[in-house]
């Protein structure tokens, strides 16, 4: 048992492989004998709960003192705060919100254009019996609360949709390309030479590409499937951050205490993921907050292009269809567009207060 | 002359290594013994091949550019040049450790220092969490760490120089290492806390009979600790003896030159005399007699040939012509 556990590195690698196989036997069973026990998307969620419980909940609560530490100091930053605070919302609205609101499809032309609660709005109805054109004042109502677009489908709906497609989207192909960037950039700097320059000749390659372009591109092969999407996304995003990482681990890796620790005994395994690993961490959640929102911006004008996924309702889709009624319902376009200014806005101020938090030189 | 307590024996070790200006000779067939719970000095100026050799002897040399070229380095019967990295991984840290100069950047600054003591303990006695952690907190008591419990959770830019000296100590000597080899452990300290960290080092030869290799710039720290000194020019040994053969008789112009430069208490010398002259380039060093260029006792024969070391008395060796009627030294 101790053997199997050290072979693993520790009993949470341990126990994290275990349940990351059992996860993949369900799929398994998935694929070959019974059907859709989970839809894909909760596969990937679990894994990535499994992710954040393992590597992330765990060691926060492990080194509680660092904690504490990098809180008192994000603290300090009280926009980040503000955004965090924003960002545990969204995450809980994501979450909870479309079981709660109504169905974000479910069209309704008697009710259609309706404006948000507080605001009225002159509609041109027509009218059969007299065969005119009347206009009417149309006030908000609480069973609207957003108003409704032109279509009378819930705004409010919509935007929880949009929330919960939004943050998967940046969350999923952020952390394809953290990761695929974290791995990538590590190994180059630590293994050099001619490992280094094939790795890093790649990388150019892959920052040649026009991400935009390639993204249009592959949406149009494949069809615009949220998953390829993201995946496409994830896939091209990891340059930079790549990039980073080995810089970073560049001048890492001369440190002494790499040297020391090798000295001691440490094998190249357990320096890269016990040594160097945890020094780059820091800037790549920065990285990571700060690419969020570009990701969600991202997705959001593929959407407005015409080229997002028509299945589910993204911010990016009903901006693209309030666009065209802005002058009569202003508000189909403006909802969307604040909820993508607030979400960007959060995850940036968020990514500058963890900048500083984890930024040694600030010492405060 | 391998006595059998020398339980780590340096051959004609040469690390050089190749930079895009030429082959730097680093360390150009140095041989020495280190014999159990003695304390062998390593003196020389900056870049006369002290480091080079220590990580040669647990092959830490960065490669590329650094490599071993040749030698032999026994430590027991075994012949860590031809070891495999496995073997090797278990013997650094376990039964030969080592110690850096800047305790600043030699400690990890996201890792706890009780993290830090625990990595050779978990890697080498595979003890289980808090067999480790009790292990480490005696450790840190016996470095001289005080409130040990609560300085387990610190981190090591919580802590000052002296402290986080003492931590890498206590990491290195976390597996009862039988070699303790410090790499100038003293340098980036100030003079008080050099004093302690010096006595821990006594300690640790009287107590545990630890052999230490110590490497040093600074004759003057050598004094105290030494029982025998190797005076290293040019990846080349010039001179090694006892302590005292070499404070009492110096032999070599460039030990000479060494103790002009120690200030004393005793007299009262307007300037120190530095050596004259600069460390050459280990990539086109001069003919002959590494240091000729700087000795002023130098001789035709200097230009020539690489003095071979000569005997001056039992352990006594220098590498100067202005032996040669001395034995020619059959390696120390």
Request: net charge positive; hydrophobic share 45%; proline share 5%.
């Amino acid at each position: 048992m101790r053997r199997i556990t050290e072979v693993f590195g520790g009993r949470r690698n341990l126990l994290f492989s275990g349940l990351l196989l059992a996860l993949l036997f369900i799929l398994l069973l998935d694929l070959f004998f019974v059907h859709h026990i989970f839809s894909p998307f909760v596969y990937f969620y679990l894994c990535f709960a499994l992710v954040i419980v393992f590597y992330g909940i765990y060691p926060l609560y492990v080194s509680r003192r660092l904690t504490r530490y990098y809180w008192d100091r994000t603290k300090r930053h009280h926009l980040a705060v503000i955004g965090l605070v924003f960002i545990i919302f969204l995450v809980a609205v994501a979450i909870f919100g479309p079981f709660l609101t109504q169905d974000p499809t479910k069209v309704d032309f008697p009710n259609k254009n309706l404006p948000p609660v507080g605001f009225s709005a002159e509609q041109s109805t027509y009218d059969r019996t007299t065969g005119q054109f009347i206009t009417r004042e149309t006030p908000g109502t609480w069973l609207h609360p957003l108003g409704t677009d032109d279509k009378g489908r819930d705004m409010l709906a919509m935007l929880v949709s949009g929330t919960r497609i939004s943050l998967q989207v940046g969350l999923m192909a952020t952390l394809i390309a953290i990761f695929i960037g974290l791995i990538l950039g590590v190994v180059s700097a630590y293994l050099g030479g001619w490992a280094d320059n094939a790795l890093m000749r790649f990388t150019d390659i892959m920052m040649t590409f026009p991400f935009f372009l390639l993204l249009v591109f592959i949406v149009f092969i494949f069809g615009p499937s949220l998953w390829f999407i993201i995946l496409a996304i994830g896939l091209t995003g990891w340059t930079g951050t790549a990039r980073l990482v080995r810089s970073e681990s560049l001048s890492l890796r001369t440190r002494d205490f790499i040297m020391a620790s090798k000295s001691l005994g440490a094998s190249d395994r357990r320096i890269v993921f016990h040594h160097l690993i945890p020094n780059v961490l820091s800037s790549v959640i920065v990285i990571a907050t700060l690419s969020i929102p570009g990701v969600i911006l991202a997705e959001a004008a593929l959407s407005f292009i015409g080229l997002g996924d028509p299945t589910v309702t993204s911010w990016g889709l009903v901006l693209q269809a309030g666009q065209r009624s802005l002058e009569t319902a202003w508000w189909i376009a403006v909802e969307p567009g604040i909820m993508l200014f607030l979400t960007v806005l959060a995850f940036n101020f968020l990514g500058d207060g963890v900048r500083d938090a984890f930024d040694p030189r600030s010492q405060v | 002359m391998a006595t059998n307590n020398t339980i780590l024996q340096v051959s004609e070790l040469k690390t050089y290594f190749f930079t895009r200006l030429g082959v730097v000779r680093a360390v150009d067939g140095v041989s020495f013994g280190l014999r159990q719970g003695e304390c062998l000095c390593l003196v020389g100026e900056s870049g006369c091949g002290k480091t080079a050799t220590a990580l040669s002897i647990l092959r830490l040399v960065d490669s590329p550019p650094g490599q071993i070229v040749g030698g032999e380095i026994k430590y027991h019967n075994e012949n860590l040049l031809r070891s495999t990295g496995a073997r090797l991984r278990q013997i650094r840290g376990n039964r030969i450790a080592m110690i850096f100069q800047d305790p600043q950047s030699s400690l990890n600054p996201v890792l706890t220092v009780g993290e830090q003591i625990m990595e050779p303990i978990r890697l080498h006695l595979k003890l289980g969490h808090r067999q480790a952690r009790d292990k480490a907190l005696s450790l840190m008591k016996q470095v001289g760490i005080p409130q040990s419990a609560e300085r387990m959770a610190y981190f090591p830019h919580q802590l000052s120089g002296g402290m986080k000296q003492r931590v890498m100590i206590a990491a290195a000597l976390s597996c009862n290492p039988e070699i303790l080899i410090a790499d100038e452990p003293t340098t980036a300290l100030d003079t008080t806390i050099k004093a302690q960290i010096l006595d821990i080092f006594r300690e640790l030869k009287q107590q545990m009979n630890m052999s230490i290799l110590f490497i040093t710039h600074d004759l003057g720290t050598v004094a105290g600790i030494a029982d025998r000194i190797i005076v290293m020019y040019g990846g080349r040994i010039a001179e090694a003896g006892s302590t005292l053969d070499i404070f009492d008789q110096p032999k070599h112009p460039y030990t000479w030159g060494l103790l002009n430069c120690l200030p004393t208490i005793a007299e009262r010398r307007e300037k120190l005399s530095p050596i004259p002259g600069m460390i050459p380039s280990l990539i086109d060093p001069p003919e002959g007699c590494i240091f000729h260029p700087r000795c002023q006792w130098r001789m035709s024969v200097c230009q020539q040939a690489k003095p071979p070391e000569y005997v001056i008395l039992g352990e006594h060796i220098a590498a100067c012509y202005l032996y040669q009627k001395a034995p020619a030294s059959a390696g120390l």
